[in-house]
C-alpha cells in the first residue's frame, strides 16, 4: 500500500469568458489570498455553486434520464481519405494523373483533430 495515492489526471479544456472589470480584480485577489490560478478558484467556484444549486442538480438529473445512456465523448473521424493526385490533361496514361499514378487512399495517418465541432 502507497503512502501518497495516485495523482488524479483530468482532461482540460480552455475557457475565455469576460467578466466586468470589478470582478476580475476581485478573483485576482482571492487568488492571492489562497494562495492558487485562477483556474483552480473559478473551477472551484463553479463546482460550488453547482453542488449548491438545488434546483440545477434537479433540473441536471431530470435532463440526464432523458438522455441516451451512452453518450458519445469523440468525435468520429473518417477512417479513409481519397486523395486524387492531378496531373496535366496530357499525362502518359490519359487520367490527368501525373506519371500514370492512380489515385491514392490515405488512413488519416498523421492527422490529428485540432479542434471541436
Known amino acids: 500500500m502507497t503512502y501518497i495515492p495516485k495523482q488524479t489526471k483530468l482532461t482540460r479544456d480552455r475557457l475565455e469568458a469576460k467578466l466586468e472589470t470589478g470582478l476580475i480584480e476581485k ?3 482571492y487568488c492571492k489570498y489562497l494562495e492558487s490560478d485562477r483556474d483552480y478558484v ?3 467556484a463553479l463546482e460550488i455553486a ?3 444549486d438545488k434546483a440545477f442538480t434537479e ?3 431530470s435532463r440526464e434520464a432523458d438522455q441516451p445512456a451512452e453518450i458519445p465523448t469523440a468525435v468520429e473521424w473518417p477512417q479513409e481519405r481519397k486523395v486524387v493526385k492531378r496531373g496535366s490533361a496530357n499525362s502518359a496514361d490519359g487520367t490527368g494523373n501525373s506519371g500514370g ?3 491514392a487512399s490515405e488512413l488519416g495517418a498523421g492527422v490529428t ?3 471541436k465541432p
Request: aromatic share 12%; net charge positive.
Open 113 to 115: 483533430p485540432r479542434c
Open 42 to 44: 473559478v473551477g472551484q
Open 50 to 52: 453547482f453542488k449548491r
Open 59 to 61: 433540473w441536471l438529473k
Open 101 to 103: 499514378q492512380a489515385a
Open 27 to 29: 478573483l485576482e485577489r
